[in-house]
């Protein structure tokens, strides 16, 4: 019994690391989202899986680290790259 308690759980950890990892490329908090995906991965996914649809084309994404930013952001908040000046 002991046993399938440790496997139910390994297997929920491991679970958790799928939208944990999308979040994380998404500009999420890889421990909060391994949380949430560890405890209802049925709801983590498809919640990490659409979190680009929350922006409505207000953001980009930055060329280094890949997080969303704010559409007018002159440099990244995280890794600090400036984004080029597209203006004529």
């Known amino acids: 019994m002991d046993s399938v308690i440790l496997w139910i759980i390994i ?6 690391l799928v939208p944990a990892l ?3 490329t998404k500009g999420g908090n890889f ?3 391994w949380i949430y995906g560890a405890v ?10 659409g979190l680009n649809f929350k922006n ?3 953001s980009k994404a930055c060329g280094y680290c ?7 952001a002159a440099h990244c908040p995280k890794c600090g790259y ?3 000046d597209l203006r004529p």
């Open 82 to 84: 400036e984004f080029p």
């Open 22 to 24: 999308i979040a994380r």
């Open 31 to 33: 421990i909060k989202w």
């Open 11 to 16: 297997v929920a950890a491991l679970l958790g």
């Open 66 to 72: 890949r997080i969303q930013v704010p559409l007018k």
């Open 56 to 58: 409505f084309g207000l």
């Open 40 to 49: 209802i991965f049925p709801i983590a996914l498809p919640h990490s899986l």
